[in-house]
């Protein structure tokens, strides 16, 4: 019986959904999963949420695409792997040889391993001869990796998981763990039962505001003016960790002058919280030693972004709450593997372990036997730009949905549209290859192949292999490396293994080198790990930043975003995810996780529904400036009036119709926090 959910065997893995990085057991039987069950590691103690435990389906959909296909005449072909290569192959380098080799881009994925990432991007610099290679990251918290490491000098998490036993309080911004990392969430919830203080700060009334000693709904998009003025309040009410100060922070002086325009009293209005409010958060944060702060895409996804979490790392720096267990800064990473996909070099700007180019090219030629591009890479976003502008034409994504996952789809579209060439990995025939896809090469899932996931506390974790990839599926490493070596670079793609990359990865990456993978089989190891007798760093800049002895406070002002409200555009609109779905929903809607919650649904207050003839169900048309698409209506009491949220897991509910064109000022994230709305009954028939 092909669907006996009795297993045969048991497999330890990692789970392939949020940044967590739960540890499970993958029970498998003739060949297919057919259980999950939590393990007891440092990270889920024994615990998996909803997604881990039980979304596992999708990888036996009946839509699964496990044969190679091109489009021929507008057609979708099936062709031999000898066939789709040659053709992949060709196409690059006579695009190449055309347009240039800054003509074309690579994104690597948070569902691929760190090795498989790792080669995605040395495929594009040496086979490919650019820097225009990104991931997700871009999308989510590429705002908090420049802030931390332009700050501090590393750009992740800076505690590991174990801290949150360790706290006295902790700061939750703009993140949901219950939904969206939810054995996070839960450990937080016990570590509250048992003592310590949390301070929620969201527009939403999210479950864990019910557990906090004060929730503070911030108005969207005034994070920086909120945290600047209990940056304010710490100076002004003497909360200031002096002996700290003295001894690790610059620019005080400065900064003092420059915050006394953010009291309290002065913003309060514009944050929508009371100034006592305000200071009452800023005392209980600046007093509770050690503090931890956890932030998400709350923080990171607005046109000051990277600025808002320089604005959290202040209040660490003020306080003293760096450098010791259970105090910190430290972004909640949505995806299994998105630290790992950035950290291996997937970035335009760096190369593996955020190795400045500039800096480290010369030791990365003599390890890979060839030239490093020295010119700056497109990002993601600015391959969007320059697709639409003409000068880039050919894109191959990994495990990626780029249509459905950019904000403004429309702006998505006219780019990709104008591309000559879009190579798509996948499990799945998604949106971006069914509206502009050339060539679709399928991919083995998590649950197929080997390799290693770095989680968000830094923790690089085992993926192993439970059933066989089905069809002609290969793990994206095979396939990167039969294309480097059809472009005339088999030398430097002969690996026979994932190991065998990663320890090449180790060679270049100087805190990642003890991370061997005999280690790995019987523990996992926070990075940095220098060799093999280091035991792993669990929190950094211990003594001194990464920096250096001192780190300095950034004086950020408040530039507002250009989104605004007006009369045909009255309500503000903000996105987030939720406990049964993830991310666009390629894995999740094809598991009985659609019984759980079968769409996104609009929540606005109960107060506005009321006040506009708005019923509970109701089908409504939400529509801003740039699109706009239908979603049934859902009355909250945990939305402020005048904000409306929703999910944006749906694939055919394309929440992105709606989103706003504007970006992070410094690494260019998408705003989807933030875009005026109308909300309007459908017209009757
Ligand atoms: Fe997977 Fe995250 Fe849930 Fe853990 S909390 S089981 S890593 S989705």
Known sequence: DKRSTKPERWTRSTCVYCGVGCQMDVGSSNGRVVQVRPAASPVNRGHLCVKGRYAFEFNHAEDRVTTPLLRQDGKWHAVSWD??????????????????????????????TNEENYLAQKFARVVLRTNNVDCCARVCHTPSAKALKTMLGTGAATNSFDDIERTKLFLLCGCNPTENHPIVGARIKQAVRNGAQLIVIDPRRIELADYATLHLPVRIGQNIALFNAMAATIIDEGLLDHGFAADRVEGLAQFVEFIRDYAPEKVADACGIPADLIRSAARLYAKAKPAMCFHGL??????????????????????????????????????????????????????????????????????????????????LMAMMDAAAAGSFT??????????????????????????????????????????????????????????????????????????????????????????????????????????????????????????????????????PCPDESHSGTPFLHAGRFAIGQRASLACIPVMPTAEQRDANYPFMLTTGRTLTHFNAGTMTYRTPNTQLQASDVLDMATSDAQRLGFHDGEPVQLSSRYGSTILPLRLSEAIQPGELFTSFHHPDQLINCVTSPYRDRIVKSPEYKVTAVQVAHLPQN
């Open 83 to 112: 066939e789709a290569l040659d053709y992949t192959a060709g196409k690059l380098q006579e695009i190449a040889a055309r347009d240039g080799s800054d003509a074309i881009g690579v994104l690597g994925s948070a569902r691929a």
């Open 394 to 527: 050919a894109l191959w994504a990994f495990g990626y949905d780029v249509y459905l996952s950019l904000a403004n789809v429309n702006q998505t579209g006219k780019a990709l549209e104008k591309l000559d060439l879009v190579i798509i990995q996948d499990l799945f025939m998604n949106q971006t290859a069914r509206a502009f896809g050339h060539v679709f090469l399928p991919a083995a899932s998590v649950f197929e192949k080997d390799g290693t996931f770095m989680n968000s506390d830094r923790r690089v974790q085992r993926v192993r292999q439970s059933v066989a990839p089905p069809g002609d599926t290969r793990p994206d490493w095979w396939i990167i490396q039969q294309l480097a070596a059809r472009m005339g670079h088999a030398s430097q793609f002969s690996f026979d293994s994932p190991q065998s990359i990663w320890n090449e990865v180790r060679s270049v990456w100087p805190a990642g080198a003890g991370l061997s993978y005999s280690r790995l089989e019987r523990e996992s190891i926070n990075w």
């Open 298 to 379: 709350g923080v990171t996804e607005h046109t000051q972004g990277t600025e808002g979490v320089m604005t959290l790392i202040n209040l660490a720096l003020l306080t003293g709450n760096l450098g010791k267990a259970g105090a910190g800064i430290n972004p909640l990473r949505g995806q299994n593997n998105v630290q790992g996909a950035a950290q291996m070099g997937c970035d335009p700007n760096s190369l593996t372990g955020a190795q400045s180019i500039s800096e480290a090219r010369t030791r990365f030629e003599a390890i890979w036997r060839a030239p490093v591009p020295q010119n700056r890479g497109l990002d």
